[in-house]
């Protein structure tokens, strides 16, 4: 008699079991390989003027945008909030993960970042959509020229969404070019 390991199947050493013929029953290795790969993941990420969540759990979105013009540089855009979508796997409840956004320009150098630890909550209600929504407040902040940049969202270190945006001179300044 054989034993196998949920290595075999999720690459996870979390449990021993002995099958009778050395291999996983078919229902358990299905069950465990629909888990496997679905971590935190979001499905939703733009940048607005305002939002919010209502007590009903609706998101509520005011002036979605991927352009911000500015009449020189470095601009300062007053308003700016992060809206987010965040989905969990039964297998992340209670754990905490290392939340970040990133906003980088074209060449990767960083305007900003920001790092919060993240509780994963079990829902009260597993039927109910799994609708965790996050409007983040990003305060003003100075670009430094006319171009692309994006958010990065991070979970756990890895890059779960991005949010390309453009600033452009109102003046008709060409982007910063390379070199």
């Known amino acids: 008699m054989s034993v196998h390991s949920l290595t075999d199947t999720v690459g996870l050493d979390l449990l021993k079991c002995r099958p009778c013929d050395g291999k996983l029953p078919t229902p358990f290795t ?7 790969g679905r ?17 009903e759990g609706k998101l509520n979105v005011l002036g979605a945008f991927n352009n911000i013009t500015a009449s020189r540089f470095p601009a300062v855009h007053p308003a700016m909030v992060l809206v987010l979508q965040l989905k969990a796997s039964p297998a992340e409840y209670g754990q905490t993960k290392q939340f970040e956004i990133k906003i980088l320009d074209a060449d990767g150098d960083r305007i900003a970042e920001f790092k919060a630890d993240l509780q994963v909550d079990k829902p009260d209600d597993l039927a109910a959509p ?8 990003i305060p003003p902040m100075p670009f430094p020229h006319s171009g692309d940049y994006a958010v990065h969202i991070l979970v756990g270190g890895e890059d779960k969404a991005e949010v390309p945006f453009r600033l452009t001179d109102q003046g008709g300044d060409r982007p910063k070019q390379e070199g």
């Open 30 to 36: 299905q069950k465990w390989s629909r888990l496997r």
């Open 130 to 137: 799994n609708n965790n929504y996050v409007v983040m407040n």
């Open 39 to 55: 971590e935190m993941n979001v499905p939703l990420a733009l940048l607005a003027d305002a939002a919010n969540i209502s007590q």
